[in-house]
């Protein structure tokens, strides 16, 4: 069974940079889309990248598109998210999702992913 750990999470100044990670184990990562949510205080889960299983191809929500880098390395079962140019409406928490399917329609859509983990908090401010 697959178990997702996200990890490098903090407190960062508006402007600046943060890379999280999520590690897989039971499972290797390169056989599932996954997918990045973030919740904010008092709001629904929202998509903001992904990255297929078949080919690597990586997917932004349009209003972070330029902002966000999604990575995935094989050896270490890991995936990643860098975050530049932050800004406080990025303080949520973030979470990493996974399915063996991918089907565009629902690559940013809670019920596109099958697998989670428990997340790792944010927060933008000075």
């Known amino acids: 069974q697959l178990q997702l750990v996200e990890s490098g999470g903090g407190l960062v100044q508006p402007g600046g940079s943060l890379t999280l990670s999520c590690k897989a184990s039971?499972?290797?990562?390169?056989?599932?889309?996954i997918g990045w949510f973030r919740q904010a205080p008092g709001k629904g889960r929202e998509g903001v990248s992904c990255?297929?299983?078949?080919?690597?191809?990586?997917y932004y929500a349009d209003s972070l598109k330029g902002r966000l880098a999604i990575s995935r390395d094989n050896a270490k079962n890991t995936l990643y998210m860098q975050m530049n140019s932050l800004t406080p409406v990025g303080t949520a928490v973030y979470y990493c999702?996974?399915?063996?399917?991918?089907?565009?329609?629902?690559?940013?859509?809670?019920?596109?992913?099958?697998?989670w983990g428990r997340g790792t908090q944010v927060t933008v401010s000075s």
């Open positions: 039971g499972r290797a990562l390169e056989d599932y889309t």
């Open positions: 999702a996974a399915d063996q399917s991918f089907d565009v329609s629902y690559a940013f859509l809670v019920d596109g992913y099958n697998s």
């Open positions: 990255i297929t299983a078949d080919d690597g191809s990586a």
